[in-house]
């Protein structure tokens, strides 16, 4: 066989084994989502463009695969698509995640004006003087998409209202809808994040707990190594959509806010006063008393003279 013809056959032979090997995969696409309806943002255009700066700076983390972001306008949606696994990493509402008993291990919380979260406030109609005229009133909320009426009644107001106390609470898409509804006469009240301005005819009636913004989070499906990386990459996020940026999981003081979820302790000027347990030591302890002596026979009134036989 000439020396031509060996050399065929070798290219041949190389060509066939490459073709039965199998081929190395590319990098997996990584999707970021975003779950944050209470998040002050403008519009749906600008979540999806926050999410998607978010994703490409991740991007030069991730060893080459390609990061994508993503919006999702219900929990159902996004607990549906964290089940599948179609998404690895997500920016989710705090609300939501308490509510659910922080089930994501957190990377980070979101910054505004340098904090990780922000007081709410009780936004009514003019015509309101104070919580006590809300009793039986309707009221909204930015969807939390979980336990709304425990986020009410013992988050943001410490459990000094009973769960009846509201006629309905109503779920809006987002803080800002959830104002609105006061406006256009679908609610009397509605509970916001400081930072949402309250509209003409209506008034900020108190100002209430904080609340973590929204969280950096790994799901079941994202990889160990890369959460790491994307742990350290996005605190170098330069900002967006009404976010300064990232900071340390802490920053957020998410384990506080999943607690007071099931807390519900009367307290302040719209509590009633616990009842008075007082004990007899307690009554007498420091105390003397006199007790006058008076001859007990004095106190005993004579028997009435007998009465004589009559013969």
């Known amino acids: 066989m000439s020396a031509m013809s060996a050399s065929r056959l070798l290219a041949v032979a190389a060509c066939a084994l490459a073709c039965a090997l199998p081929s190395v995969a590319a ?12 998040a002050p943002f403008e519009g749906s255009g600008d979540r999806v463009s926050f999410v998607n700066a978010v994703a490409d700076h991740l991007a030069g983390a991730a060893g080459g695969a390609k990061v994508n972001g993503k919006v999702y306008a219900s929990a159902s949606a996004f607990s549906a698509a964290a089940r599948k696994g179609e998404i690895q990493f997500a920016i989710v509402d705090a609300p939501y995640a308490a509510a659910n008993g922080l089930p994501y291990t957190i990377l980070a919380a979101a910054l505004r004006g340098g904090s990780g979260s922000a007081s709410w406030q009780l936004v009514a109609k003019s015509s309101i003087g104070s919580i006590r005229d809300l009793r039986g009133a309707r009221v909204a909320i930015p969807s ?3 336990k709304a009426q425990a986020f009410v009644t013992n988050a943001l107001l410490s459990g000094e209202v009973e769960t ?3 006629a309905s609470i109503t779920e809006a898409a987002d803080a800002r809808s959830a104002v609105t509804m006061i406006t256009v006469g679908k609610a009397d009240a509605a509970f916001v994040p400081t ?8 008034r900020r009636l108190l100002t209430l707990p904080s609340v973590g913004w929204p969280m950096f989070v790994a799901l079941p499906a994202a990889d160990g190594k890369l959460s790491a ?17 990232f900071g340390d999981a802490g920053a957020g003081n998410y384990r506080s806010l999943a607690g007071s979820f099931g807390r519900s ?12 347990r007082l004990s007899v030591k307690d009554l007498l302890t420091g105390r003397s008393f006199t007790v006058p002596q008076q ?11 007998p009465v004589a036989d009559k013969k």
């Open 27 to 38: 990098a997996e696409d990584i999707t970021i989502g975003l779950f944050a309806p209470t």
């Open 295 to 305: 001859d007990v026979l004095e106190l005993v009134e004579p028997p009435p003279p």
């Open 144 to 146: 939390t998409g979980a």
């Open 164 to 166: 009846s106390y509201f």
């Open 229 to 245: 990386a994307f742990a350290t990459r996005i605190k170098s996020f330069g900002g967006g959509g009404g976010f300064s940026g």
């Open 265 to 276: 302790n009367k307290k302040g000027l719209m509590a009633l006063p616990p009842p008075a």
């Open 195 to 202: 930072g949402v301005e309250a509209p003409s005819g209506t």
